[in-house]
């Protein structure tokens, strides 16, 4: 209830923003990213309360809405929960790519490259990901044309996405000088991060190469470099940057220079090996493995 209260506020906030003049090819990616991430909000969280309610209901007062047994369907429990799961991936990382953007521009003292689209790459993610929710199902027994479909529609989100890292890498190209190579440097460890999970995500929006990779480590991998750590570096690089705003304070250059290397360092030796052993395939959640795998473990 909280979040879509909040994303209702949102909402009606911005479509305030004309009854003031402001137009809305003016308005920045950042608050684009809020809107989108409030839509996406309001369409998920109704899904998702209504099926936790529907669980309460199977569990404590004897209804069938997923019990197999006595005509329910449990497949019917993966869409539903998954038409909320796929969505909150982006509900994270959408507001990570406005305050990557924010920063680019800011500090390099100059407009997001191409930034009509990347409020439009933005607006492609948040609506494809409303469409790609089975990709997570393709193990379930899905139909050949359904898995192709969701194929597709999967594979579809690497353009927008390929475009905000276009604009990203050809505004921090194009900086004549940096105000706070820290904070910049940061930005450039998010862009990084976010293509070695976004590529490694094209794989496995595959549906005939995700049957062999589904829930091996190889998920666990691209996982974590897409959202977790991406959403991790969106949210220190903003502290860093309100940090002046709030405090009067800069951070020191020389401690994010210093941190930088070590985050990195740790985020690949413990992620990468994944990938590897993902191949092997090594299932996720289990205590033990082959002795052969001892080495990327």
Same mark, same amino acid.
């Given at each position: 209830?909280?979040?879509?209260? !909040?994303?209702?506020?949102?909402?009606?906030?911005?479509?305030?923003?004309?009854?003031?003049? =402001? !137009?809305?090819?003016? *308005?920045?990616?950042?608050?684009?990213?809020?809107?989108?991430?409030?839509?996406? &909000?309001?369409?998920?969280?109704?899904?998702?309360?209504?099926?936790?309610?529907?669980?309460?209901?199977?569990?404590? $007062?004897?209804?069938?809405? #997923?019990?197999?047994?006595?005509?329910?369907?449990?497949?019917? $429990? =993966?869409?539903?929960?998954?038409?909320? @799961?796929?969505?909150?991936? %982006?509900?994270?990382?959408?507001?990570?790519?406005?305050? *990557?953007?924010?920063?680019?521009?800011? $500090?390099?003292?100059?407009?997001?490259? @191409?930034?009509?689209?990347?409020?439009?790459?933005?607006?492609?993610?948040?609506?494809? @990901?409303?469409?790609?929710? /089975?990709?997570?199902? $393709?193990?379930?027994?899905?139909?050949?044309?359904?898995?192709?479909?969701?194929?597709?529609?999967?594979?579809?989100?690497?353009?927008?996405?390929?475009?905000?890292?276009?604009?990203?890498?050809?505004?921090?190209?194009?900086?004549?000088?940096?105000?706070?190579?820290?904070?910049?440097?940061?930005?450039?460890?998010?862009?990084?991060?976010?293509?070695?999970?976004?590529?490694?995500?094209? +794989?496995?929006?595959? /549906?005939?190469?995700?049957?062999?990779?589904?829930?091996?480590? %190889?998920?666990?991998?691209?996982?974590?470099?897409?959202?977790?750590?991406? /959403? +991790?570096? @969106?949210? &220190?690089?903003?502290? +860093?940057? +309100? =940090?002046?705003?709030?405090?009067?304070?800069?951070?020191?250059?020389?401690?994010?220079? #210093?941190?930088?290397?070590?985050?990195?360092?740790?985020?690949?030796?413990?992620?990468?090996?994944?990938?590897?052993?993902?191949?092997?395939?090594?299932?996720?959640?289990?205590?033990?493995?082959?002795?052969?795998?001892?080495?990327?473990?």
């Amino acid at each position: 209830i909280a979040s879509a209260m !909040s994303a209702a506020n949102f909402l009606t906030t911005f479509s305030s923003l004309k009854s003031i003049g =402001q !137009s809305v090819d003016r *308005i920045l990616p950042t608050v684009w990213s809020v809107v989108f991430t409030a839509f996406l &909000l309001l369409l998920s969280l109704p899904v998702i309360t209504s099926v936790l309610l529907m669980v309460f209901l199977d569990r404590h $007062y004897n209804t069938m809405f #997923f019990e197999s047994s006595n005509s329910g369907d449990p497949v019917l $429990y =993966q869409h539903l929960f998954w038409f909320f @799961g796929h969505p909150e991936v %982006y509900i994270l990382i959408l507001p990570a790519f406005g305050i *990557i953007s924010l920063i680019i521009s800011c $500090y390099g003292s100059k407009e997001v490259f @191409g930034n009509q689209t990347m409020i439009l790459a933005m607006a492609s993610i948040a609506l494809l @990901g409303c469409l790609v929710w /089975a990709h997570h199902m $393709y193990t379930s027994g899905l139909e050949a044309d359904t898995r192709a479909f969701f194929t597709t529609t999967t594979i579809l989100i690497a353009l927008p996405t390929g475009n905000k890292i276009f604009n990203w890498v050809c505004t921090v190209q194009g900086m004549d000088s940096v105000k706070s190579i820290g904070i910049v440097m940061m930005s450039i460890l998010f862009i990084v991060n976010f293509v070695i999970g976004g590529t490694t995500g094209v +794989i496995l929006g595959n /549906a005939g190469v995700d049957v062999s990779l589904h829930d091996t480590l %190889y998920v666990v991998g691209h996982f974590h470099f897409v959202l977790s750590i991406g /959403a +991790i570096i @969106g949210l &220190l690089s903003f502290i +860093i940057f +309100i =940090q002046r705003l709030l405090m009067c304070t800069i951070f020191s250059n020389k401690i994010v220079l #210093f941190i930088i290397p070590i985050f990195m360092s740790a985020v690949f030796l413990t992620f990468i090996p994944m990938h590897f052993l993902g191949f092997t395939p090594l299932p996720r959640r289990i205590p033990d493995y082959p002795d052969e795998m001892w080495g990327w473990n």
